[in-house]
């Protein structure tokens, strides 16, 4: 099984969409979590972190389900600007030094 | 604030010849380094990653090496180039809440 796993899409959703991703993890002692977004032939950027106890930033809603093992990435209000692929990362902390990614999952917003 | 410097920006090689590629970071001392590579339509692929100078990791067997000659210097290195060697070259480094970094990349075309 993938460390990190992520469904690669394409999902195309009409401007002002909802959008839900969802990232699992097999290794139940991983510690940090992060959606990162790759916009087409550039580096990822990183988006936001992912807190225990859920958090938001603006249009983007960031959650852990640790019994469950997976963490999501909720977009309202879809825009234009949002299409790009969205990768999870998840990292085992402590003193594991890999940084692990997924292979993402691909957004378009069509108008 | 930290940055990090990646170069060259493209490059064109054809098989069989040696490949360098230099990353520099810059405001932050003993950080962890990686190199990831990205073929095209695919994941992130950790190929290696150090927690200090002389210290490499290697993630997959394959045709490249790594150094660290410097504390903020990590270079990515191969003998001879194969065509599967084609891809988005990155270079990382993690911050202290374990998020990755990245440089903007250097997109290798093996001819």
């Known amino acids: 099984r993938k460390e990190v796993e992520q469904d690669p899409g394409p999902f195309n959703v009409p401007e002002g969409a909802t959008v839900a991703f969802n990232c699992t993890y097999s290794n139940s002692a991983s510690q940090s979590f992060f959606w990162y977004r790759q916009d087409c032939r550039k580096e990822p950027k990183l988006l936001m972190s992912v807190y225990s106890s859920g958090n938001e930033d603006g249009r983007f809603t960031a959650q852990l389900n640790r019994a469950s093992q997976y963490i999501s990435l909720l977009i309202r209000d879809s825009k234009l600007s949002d299409s790009a692929t969205y990768l999870c990362v998840v990292n085992r902390g402590g003193g594991y030094q890999k940084v692990t990614f997924g292979i993402g999952t691909k957004l378009q917003v069509i108008p | 604030s930290q940055t990090i410097h990646q170069w060259p920006a493209t490059l064109v090689q054809p098989v069989g010849s040696p490949l360098s590629l230099e990353c520099t970071v810059e405001?932050?001392?003993?950080?962890?380094l990686y190199w990831y590579r990205q073929a095209a339509g695919r994941g992130l692929q950790l190929l290696f990653y150090s927690v200090g100078i002389g210290q490499i990791s290697s993630e997959v067997p394959q045709n490249l090496s790594a150094s660290r000659p410097q504390d903020r210097q990590f270079i990515l290195s191969s003998k001879k180039l194969l065509l599967s060697d084609s891809g988005f070259y990155l270079c990382a480094w993690r911050g202290v809440g374990a998020e990755a970094f990245f440089g903007q990349g250097t997109r290798l075309t093996v001819v």
């Open positions: 405001g932050t001392s003993n950080p962890n």
